[in-house]
């Protein structure tokens, strides 16, 4: 059972209107549910149930093992379920179970490529979202999908933003999870069959020593001593037996879980790929780059991204040197790069970081705006 411990990062919210954006921001909004509301679910349920609640619920039902922080299983679990548990830390009424009605068909199509991009359906989704946290209550979720639902306005009344590469760098983290589930997995079936080994070592030795009691029973009855001895001796043995077979099915329980959310990973990338996700957001990050500089003065306010090569202009020696090595652009590219430290110290006198991307276009932060500084004439 995956318990819902560490809270995920802030929504990847939208930084301009893109098909793929919208979708990876709906992704993330049900997958932060999952966690929530899985929490909520655990917090509520435990001290009644125990913490194995979620194991113990899919065994009495004969089912494979829960993934507590499954968005599809959150919500189908009361909803189809009218003796859940979970259904007691709920509120009650037909009209709320119809808000997670509409939200399990919402996650299917998202999460089998039959949703659409477009920032009125994650405007909808999102609504949604937001009227279901607020009535459980899951506060976090609730402040997360009003910000994005405000982002969505802005970006509908014309607003860009910065960081269109964050739904990039969320589909990458996607993919080296599933990668991590998959060694995890393999680790824990290595443990699960020397644990499984032990239990039946320990199995043995029980039927053992109920057979060595039997027999002492039968010779000398059951107030010799050796019986309490032997009976002892039983008794640890099935205790010990006992404690190995929680550990084992514990270890079982952890598999599951771990082949659930690389099922469930697995599927939202091969969704991703259907969608064309990634060639949609990389269609973004060009646009966001492409600022033309033909006619933009230095000290101008910069629209697009900031670079991720760092420099810093030092007003004391009047001189760039590289942020991360130390060493002065002065050493490997002479009195260009000192022309150039002066020329930017009139538009930054106070000096500073400076940050330049992969075409040489330098920008740095006045006050809290990004500005273009110009051009870096030489290769770093």
Not at 73 to 82: A, F, G, I, M, T
Request: aromatic letters at 6%.
């Amino acid at each position: 059972m995956m318990q819902s411990n560490n809270r995920i990062r802030s929504l990847n919210l939208p930084t301009l209107i893109n098909e793929g954006q919208f979708r990876v921001l709906i992704f993330d909004a049900f997958t932060l549910l999952g966690e929530e509301l899985g929490g909520h679910y655990h917090s509520k349920l435990e001290p009644i149930y125990g913490k194995n609640w979620v194991i113990d619920l899919a065994r009495e039902r004969n089912d494979s093992p829960y993934n507590l922080i499954d968005p599809a299983w959150v919500l189908k679990e009361p909803l189809r379920n009218s003796t859940s548990p979970t259904r007691t830390t709920l509120p009650k009424g037909q009209g709320f179970y119809n808000q997670i009605s509409l939200l399990s068909r919402a996650r299917n199509a998202y999460f089998h490529n039959q949703g659409v991009g477009t920032s009125e359906a994650a405007q909808e989704v999102m609504q949604l979202l937001l009227e279901f946290a607020l009535a459980v209550p899951l506060d976090f979720c609730a402040n997360e999908y009003a910000e994005a639902i405000r982002r969505i306005n802005k970006l509908n009344a014309g607003e860009d933003f910065s960081g269109a590469e964050q739904g990039l760098e969320r589909i990458e983290s996607l993919e080296q999870q599933v990668a991590e589930l998959e060694e995890i997995a393999n680790q824990n079936k290595r443990e699960i069959q020397d644990r499984e080994q032990l239990l039946e070592r320990a199995l043995d030795d029980v039927a053992v020593r109920e057979e060595v009691l039997r027999e002492l029973r039968e010779k000398v009855g059951d107030k010799d001593q050796a019986i309490a001895e032997a009976r002892a001796e039983q008794e640890k043995a099935a205790k010990a037996a006992k404690d190995l077979k929680l550990e084992y099915e514990a270890k079982v329980a952890e598999l599951a879980d771990k082949e659930n959310m690389e099922r469930q990973y697995k599927e939202l990338l091969r969704t991703l790929v259907a969608s064309k996700t990634v060639e949609s957001l990389q269609s973004a990050t060009t646009k966001m780059k492409l600022v033309d500089t033909k006619d933009l003065k230095p000290g101008s306010i910069w629209l697009g991204e900031k670079g991720s090569r760092r420099l810093t202009l030092s007003v004391n020696f009047r001189e760039l040197y590289d942020t991360k090595t130390g060493t002065l652009l002065k050493e490997n590219h002479g009195e260009a790069a000192t022309k150039l430290a002066q020329a930017w110290l009139e538009i930054k006198p106070q000096g500073g970081r400076i940050f330049v991307d992969e075409n040489g276009i330098a920008t740095a932060y006045r006050g809290e705006d990004l500005i273009f500084m110009g051009t870096v004439g030489f290769q770093l």
